[in-house]
């Protein structure tokens, strides 16, 4: 994450220097983007410094990688995204907004080290329900609720 800061901050106060800097008493466009750009390097220069420097207090190793976590989780993401679009290349058709959240919660609740189908369909049913509300009800945005098979 420290390279990542230093990276974006670098960018940013780069591209900032395109833009009149002015100084502080006398700010241009390019002030705010350029320090603050600086102030995330910096920062960034610092976590990664901190990244390397020991700090268990007997030298304990880093542990082995945890890789179930990020397999499901990211497959879930990426499950969530077939789902809700479709992948018309592949002929899957767009399953809904409510499927897809189903799909997510369930297969992402297999990162951690227990489950619980009743707690898991609990989650997912008021995560589809308060999805529906926010997306479709309130933000009137424009998206496959239901599967295509079902509407259509």
């Known amino acids: 994450s420290g390279l990542m800061f230093m990276l974006v901050g670098g960018a940013f106060a780069w591209g900032a220097t395109g833009y009149t800097v002015g100084n502080g008493a006398r700010m241009g466009p390019g002030y705010f983007p350029l320090m603050l750009g600086i102030v995330l390097a910096v920062l960034g220069a610092l976590i990664t410094f901190y990244s390397f420097v020991e700090h268990t207090g007997d030298g304990d190793k880093v542990g082995a990688f945890a890789w179930r976590p990020i397999v499901f989780i990211l497959g879930a993401n990426v499950v969530f995204g077939v789902l809700l679009g479709g992948l018309p290349s ?47 009800v309130l933000l009137k945005l424009q998206m496959p609720v239901w599967p295509t098979f079902i509407t259509g």
């Open 90 to 136: 592949l002929g899957v058709p767009p399953m809904g907004l409510i499927a897809a959240i189903f799909a997510l919660v369930f297969i992402a609740s297999h990162a951690g080290g227990a489950f619980s189908v009743k707690e898991v369909t609990v989650l997912a049913t008021i995560l589809a329900v308060g999805s529906y509300l926010a997306f479709i």
